[in-house]
């Protein structure tokens, strides 16, 4: 991907996440924010995986465990959205 490692991709990926639920978790823009960078990040992991599947014809449990992850992610700041929205 023009030169740049998918896992430095995931690494600063992960860590705009972390930063948005922890440093800026205050800020009245900061659920919709989350929500948009993980829904990306779900983005690009179902491409990865679709890569994984179709094109290399092989799994790698650490991709699929990443992908867990930010599935998991993209749930929890959906409702942190919702309670957001409510909230307002």
């Given at each position: 991907?023009?030169?740049?490692?998918?896992?430095?991709?995931?690494?600063v990926g992960y860590g705009?996440?972390?930063?948005?639920?922890?440093?800026?978790?205050?800020?009245?823009?900061?659920?919709?924010?989350?929500?948009?960078?993980?829904?990306?990040?779900?983005?690009?992991?179902?491409?990865?995986?679709?890569?994984?599947?179709?094109?290399l014809e092989t799994w790698?449990?650490?991709?699929?465990?990443?992908?867990?992850?930010?599935?998991?992610?993209?749930?929890?700041a959906a409702v942190v959205?919702?309670?957001?929205?409510?909230?307002?």
């Open positions: 991907m023009v030169g740049i490692p998918v896992a430095g991709i995931g690494v705009v996440l972390l930063a948005l639920a922890t440093v800026y978790r205050s800020r009245t823009e900061t659920p919709l924010r989350l929500l948009a960078a993980a829904v990306a990040g779900l983005g690009f992991a179902l491409y990865l995986t679709y890569v994984e599947g179709y094109v790698c449990v650490l991709c699929l465990s990443s992908l867990g992850l930010i599935a998991t992610i993209t749930v929890l959205k919702a309670r957001a929205s409510v909230a307002d």
